[in-house]
């Protein structure tokens, strides 16, 4: 299992449901100019969730063109082969997640202090 921040693995989790759609595997999607795949890189202890982009060609070989990085707070800087638009549908669902489980849980209504005078 991959370790990185929460935010980041739900970004990668929608990447993920991405591919499923397109391919039905986890890792390769369509893209606008050709298929390609993602790899995992190495963990990164910032949290960070790091790796590269292959694009496959038609006899299906692949070769290495690009690579990803989204920040530990879920911000999608780099991930060739993947469009705005699936970058901005993947932090946007991302973070609506985000905050269904986790801030949920934390957010408490408060109880007032009484105060014998």
Partial sequence: MYKCSAKASLVVDQIRSRCQEDTQTNNKWR???GNYMYIMG???ADGKATGV???ISEDGSHKLC???K???DGIITRF???SKADWNNAMRNAEAEY???Y???TTEPATEQKVAV
Avoid: D, Q
Wanted: no cysteine; net charge positive.
């Fill in 66 to 68: 690009g690579s990803f």
């Fill in 70 to 72: 989204i920040m530990s």
């Fill in 103 to 105: 801030e949920a849980e």
């Fill in 99 to 101: 905050k269904s489980k």
């Fill in 80 to 82: 060739t082969g993947l």
């Fill in 31 to 33: 893209g606008r100019s």
């Fill in 53 to 55: 982009v292959h694009k």
């Fill in 42 to 44: 190495r963990e990164n």
